[in-house]
């Protein structure tokens, strides 16, 4: 594993309680956070959730659904692969209108998703942004290959590796190189949104924070690298 194995946060969280099983049918939806340390505790506090067998599924009961037709309110946009494993809302033990997800192999960015993420923070006024990547990534491990062997991937697999290709860690050897080059990725991916003009003056007025992570298959745990 690769350094950088900090919690997502290191505040505590108090766990979300869960929503009554019989609410009323015009009842307000649960306050979501509204500052991205507040997102960031609640993403850490789902992800313990998740870890320990202990979700709460929030979000999904027929008031929540009734007041999600009038409008969404996000409170974190998060960038990750598209990998079958990692799925945001179960690792984060969120529901129906609490995160604004779009993933890519690698997450690799392109004009639709940069598109999609400034939409997120500029339409809706999410204050965090979570990239997003994961120990054993296909889509690095393919790059990480083709780099070695020269070989063209098929299709367009080729474009995920000529994006991921620039950051692949040639310092290191076999396994130990795919994972550092996971760690490297989502930390380029992550100054490049933070480099957006429109994004990056969010963040300098205080309104946004951008942010790698990791998630780990073995232990279910996602952790801070930036």
Known sequence: MAAGGAALTSASASATASPSASPTPHAPAPARPTTAAEALRE???GNRRWRAFREQHPDET???????TQGQHPFAVVLGCIDSRVPPELVFD??????????TAGEVLDEA???SVAYGVLELGIPLVVVLGHQSCGAVRAAVAAD???ERLPAHIQYLADQIRPVIDRTREGDARIDATIDANVLAVRA?????PDLAAKITAGRLAVVGARYE???QTVHRLS
Do not use: F, H, I, Y
């Open 192 to 196: 490049r949104l933070a480099a957006e």
């Open 148 to 150: 070695l062997s020269g």
């Open 113 to 115: 998703v940069l598109g």
């Open 62 to 68: 027929p008031a929540v659904r009734q007041s999600l």
């Open 43 to 45: 993403l850490a506090a």
């Open 217 to 219: 298959l073995t232990t």
């Open 94 to 103: 969120q529901g129906l209108g609490d995160l604004m997800t779009v993933r």
